[in-house]
C-alpha cells in the first residue's frame, strides 16, 4: 500500500486507539492527510494491560473493507479461520440422535470468517501508522482527551474523529431515537479466551462421526467450525481464535437474558478462571453433547486480560457533534452505532465505516469541498444505508426480538432437515442486509432458495 500526497495537506485529529480509531488513523494516513491519534494508553498498555473489548471476527464479506486498511497479515494461518459451524438446541430432543436433549444441525458457510485477537488488529494498525510517522509528520499522543480538550483539539484540526466506543466522550453525539432499538441492555456478555483444543477439533457430540470427520464449507472442502448454543436463559458462541500473543485459542462468548440464573453467575465471575468454570458448568447444564470438550479448555495463562464480563446498550448516535466552543467532531465506530455483539457486527460496521469514510474524504478533498457537518452526514447517512441499518436489524433478529418471532421460528425450525436454511441463517452474519425485510416464515423460505445450489 502505498501513501498520497495532497497539494494542500488537512489535518485529522483521532481520538481513541481501538480498533476503528486505529484503523482511520492508519487509511487516513495512506490517503495523504496529516494525522495526531490519541490515547489514553501507551502501545504497550493497549496490547498487553486491556481485555479485547469484543472478538472483532470477521465474517466473510467485510473482510473486503479491511483489506483497503491494511494487508491481511492471517490469511495463512489457519487458527485464525473458520467456515462452518454447528448450532444447538438445549432442551429439544426432535433433532438429536442421543439422549443429551439438544437440538442440532452442521451449517456450511459460504465464506471464510477470519477471527483474530482485537488487540493484536488494533496493534498491526498502530505498527504501521508509526512506521509512517517519520514520513508523513504524524503522531501517536498518549494523552486523555477530557471534554475540554477535545474542543481545543478539534479548533486546531480540520477534522475530529472520536472513537473511544460507547462512553465518556459519546455524550458529544446525541441519541438518534428513531435508529436506536433499544433504551437499555438486552444481554449480560461473559466471554473467556482459552487454550487446550486445536483450531480444527470436531466436536463430534454435536456433529457425529469422529474427530476424522470435519465439517465442510459449500465447496466441500474440510473446515474449522464454530459453535452457537441457544438456550432458554441465553446463548453462547465459540470459535477458533488467534490470540494477540499468537496463541492457536477458542474464544467462548456468552449471552444472558436479564433477570435470569445465568445472568446471576456471570455477575459472580472475577478472573478468567471463574469465568471460564462458570461457562464449563453452564455447558454441563445445557449442552452436555459439547460439555466433555469444553471441560479440555484452560485460561490463558499469560493473559490475565483474557476475559471480560458486561452488558451493551444498543445505540445510534447522531454522526456530528459539536464542542463547547462549536468546533465540529465526528462520530466513528462504536461511538456512532453500538451494537450487542451476538451477530457480530460491531468491528464488520467499524471498518466498513473507516473505508467508506475515507473514500468520502479523499474524494471531498480532491474535489476542493469542504469537510463540514452536511458532507459528515451525507457519508454517515451512506454507511447506514449501506451497512448500519442492516447491522442492526440482524442483532435484533439473534436477539429475539418480538419482530422477527416468526423469522427466527422458520430458521431454526428447519434448519435441521434443510441445509439451506442452516447456511442461509449464518449468511446473515457475513451479508446482513436481508434482516431489514424479513418478517414472515414465507421471506425466510424464499431468501433460502438462493442456497439451495451451493448445499445441494
Do not use: C
Request: hydrophobic share 40%; no cysteine; glycine share 8%.
Amino acid at each position: 500500500m502505498t501513501t498520497a500526497t495532497h497539494p494542500t495537506t488537512r489535518s485529522v485529529a483521532v481520538i481513541g486507539a481501538g480498533l476503528a480509531g486505529t484503523g482511520a488513523a492508519l487509511a487516513l494516513t495512506r490517503a495523504g492527510f496529516r494525522v495526531d491519534l490519541y490515547s489514553d494508553r501507551t502501545r504497550e498498555a493497549l496490547r498487553d494491560d486491556v481485555p479485547a473489548t469484543g472478538t472483532a471476527i470477521l465474517f466473510g464479506a467485510s473482510r473486503t473493507a479491511d483489506a483497503e486498511i491494511i494487508a491481511d497479515r492471517y490469511a495463512d494461518n489457519p487458527a485464525a479461520h473458520f467456515s462452518a459451524g454447528a448450532a444447538g438446541l438445549a432442551g429439544d430432543s426432535s433433532n438429536s440422535s442421543d439422549s443429551t436433549g439438544v437440538a442440532s444441525f452442521p451449517a456450511s458457510y459460504t465464506y471464510e470468517a477470519q477471527s483474530v485477537d482485537a488487540r493484536l488488529r488494533a496493534d498491526d494498525r498502530l505498527a504501521a501508522f508509526l512506521d509512517l510517522a517519520d514520513t508523513t509528520g504524524n503522531r501517536f499522543l498518549v494523552d486523555p482527551v477530557t471534554p475540554d480538550s477535545l474542543d481545543t483539539i478539534a479548533g486546531t484540526h480540520d477534522l475530529t474523529l472520536v472513537a473511544t466506543g460507547k462512553a465518556g466522550l459519546a455524550d458529544a453525539f446525541a441519541t438518534d431515537t428513531d435508529r436506536t432499538p433499544y433504551t437499555g441492555p438486552q444481554r449480560h456478555l461473559l466471554t473467556v479466551t482459552a487454550t487446550g483444543l486445536p483450531s480444527d477439533h470436531v466436536f463430534t457430540g454435536r456433529t457425529g462421526g469422529t474427530q476424522s470427520d470435519r465439517l465442510t464449507d459449500t465447496d466441500g472442502n474440510p473446515a474449522n467450525n464454530s459453535l452457537l448454543s441457544l438456550h432458554e436463559e441465553g446463548e453462547v458462541f465459540a470459535g477458533p481464535y488467534l490470540h494477540k500473543d499468537g496463541l492457536a485459542s477458542w474464544v467462548l462468548l456468552a449471552w444472558a437474558k436479564p433477570g435470569t440464573a445465568t445472568e446471576q453467575a456471570f455477575h459472580s465471575t472475577s478472573d478468567a478462571a471463574s469465568a471460564l468454570q462458570t461457562l464449563k458448568d453452564l455447558h454441563h447444564r445445557e449442552f452436555p453433547d459439547i460439555a466433555d470438550d469444553i471441560d479440555r479448555l484452560q485460561p490463558v495463562e499469560s493473559d490475565p486480560h483474557s476475559w471480560l464480563k458486561g452488558a451493551v446498550t444498543p445505540r445510534v448516535r447522531r454522526p456530528v457533534g459539536e464542542t463547547a466552543s462549536g468546533h465540529l467532531v465526528a462520530a466513528l465506530g462504536d461511538t456512532a452505532i453500538a451494537v450487542d455483539p451476538i451477530a457480530g457486527q460491531g468491528a464488520q460496521l467499524g471498518d466498513r465505516q473507516v473505508a467508506a469514510l475515507t473514500a468520502g474524504l479523499t474524494a471531498a478533498a480532491s474535489d476542493g469541498k469542504e469537510w463540514d457537518a452536511t458532507l459528515l452526514t451525507d457519508l454517515f447517512e451512506r454507511h447506514w444505508e449501506d451497512h448500519g441499518r442492516a447491522g442492526v436489524a440482524v442483532t435484533s433478529l439473534f436477539l429475539g426480538d418480538p419482530l422477527y418471532a416468526e423469522v427466527a421460528g422458520a430458521f431454526f425450525g428447519n434448519a435441521g432437515a434443510d441445509p439451506a436454511y442452516a447456511t442461509g441463517l449464518f449468511n446473515l452474519f457475513s451479508e446482513p442486509a436481508p434482516a431489514i425485510t424479513l418478517r414472515t416464515a414465507a421471506d425466510v423460505a424464499r431468501y433460502v432458495d438462493a442456497f439451495r445450489k451451493v448445499t445441494a
